[in-house]
């Protein structure tokens, strides 16, 4: 294994998109998934399509609802640092 090399990431995904991704997942509709949050529809929308930005509060609420973590969804893109074996 002294060859191998993890996977780059190909993508990036936005907050707006991993709230897609995840709602989808799970399949519920935009309409489902504001009866879930109390968030209307058409602010899940603009979150989805990054035109709202999602913010904590939100992120906490949506996070319940799609059972995940809320830094799943404020941080999509993160990536942990690996430290190389001594």
């Not at 990054?50 to 609420?61: F, I, N, Q, S, T």
Request: charged residues 25%.
């Amino acid at each position: 294994m002294k060859t191998f090399h993890p996977a780059r990431k190909r993508i990036d995904v936005s907050a707006g998109e991993s709230v897609r991704i995840l709602r989808e997942l799970q399949g519920y509709s935009q309409n489902e998934l504001a009866r879930l949050t109390g968030i209307p529809q058409a602010t899940i929308s603009a979150i989805e399509n990054d035109r709202v930005r999602l913010g904590v509060e939100r992120a906490k609420v949506l996070a319940r609802a799609l059972q995940c973590h809320p830094a799943v969804l404020v941080f999509p893109g993160w990536e942990v640092a690996r430290h190389p074996a001594a």
